[in-house]
């Protein structure tokens, strides 16, 4: 069982930069692939980024490429979402997941364990 709290959310400014961070319990952490996901307001919830459990494999929604940058730190049983140059359609309710696994996955169907969400809100 892994539980996972998401912390970072908070409300910026077009262009601006936030760091979402998502704490793992458990002893496994490393084995798993982590991912990011956002649901706005009336829409499905997506995909932003993936991270394999080795650290050097990610994965990116094209929307956010070049802008976004997900990492860990397995010794603090972290997950990070590094956002830069935000813009209002980044506004939404950002999740972090975990599925046990050693591939990159990018389908909520998935995930086996999902944080509570933190609130994104960028204003124009």
């Known amino acids: 069982q892994v539980q996972l709290v998401e912390s970072g959310g908070g409300l910026v400014q077009t262009g601006g930069s936030l760091r979402l961070s998502c704490a793992a319990s458990?002893?496994?952490?490393?084995?798993?692939?982590m991912g990011w996901f956002r649901q706005a307001p009336g829409q499905e919830r997506e995909f932003v980024a993936s991270?394999?459990?080795?650290?050097?494999?990610?994965q990116y929604a094209d929307s956010v490429k070049g802008r976004f940058t997900i990492s860990r730190d397995d010794a603090k049983n972290t997950v990070y979402l590094q956002m830069s140059n935000l813009k209002a359609e980044d506004t939404a309710v950002y999740y972090c997941?975990?599925?046990?696994?050693?591939?990159?996955?990018?389908?909520?169907?998935?995930?086996?364990?999902w944080g509570q969400g933190t609130q994104v809100a960028v204003s124009s």
């Open positions: 997941a975990a599925k046990s696994g050693r591939a990159l996955y990018a389908a909520t169907g998935n995930y086996d364990y």
């Open positions: 458990g002893r496994t952490f490393s084995s798993y692939t």
């Open positions: 991270i394999k459990w080795n650290g050097r494999n990610t």
